[in-house]
């Protein structure tokens, strides 16, 4: 795991690219109605936006809350799997609902509906975001980082 503070900004980097990349096609393909080759190239469009957003609110600000608040539920003597875990499970708690709500407002135009689109987009996002990070995503990214870095 990260040991630097650049270290730090790459594995950001990294996490955020992939968890983002992979909502916006997850969202996209929710829009159309189904998956698509076309989806893959569509989700660039909010790419340039959505990752440079998720990379400054996880750097700066939901990373030392989200440890905060998993070490108030593990110790630093727990197993590191259940850190990470803890951890990870309050970077989606935090980060799904925040993302949710600016993707609601850029690209859906929710009008005076934007609380119930929010929370809808919520419902729908969050399930995909917890399984993808913890399953996929997560491991993904610090194995790569540990060939990167070690």
Known sequence: ????????????????FLMVYAMICYNI???IGGMSNQV??????????????????EFFFVDKLAHHL????VTPNDRPFF???????YIICIMCPVM????TILFKTPGVQIISVW??????????AFFWQICYCGPTIRWLFGKLFN
């Not at 998993?70 to 539920?73: N, P």
Request: charged share 10%.
């Open 40 to 57: 893959f190239l569509l989700a660039f469009h909010e790419l340039v936006i959505m990752w440079p957003v998720a990379f400054i609110l």
């Open 119 to 128: 929370f809808m987009t919520i419902l729908f996002n969050f399930p995909m």
């Open 100 to 103: 949710s709500l600016i993707a």
């Open 70 to 73: 998993a070490f108030k539920v």
């Open 29 to 31: 393909a929710l829009n």
């Open 83 to 89: 850190i990470t875990l803890a951890i990870s499970f």
């Open 1 to 16: 795991m990260p040991k630097t503070k650049f270290e730090n900004i790459v594995f950001t980097l990294m996490m955020s």
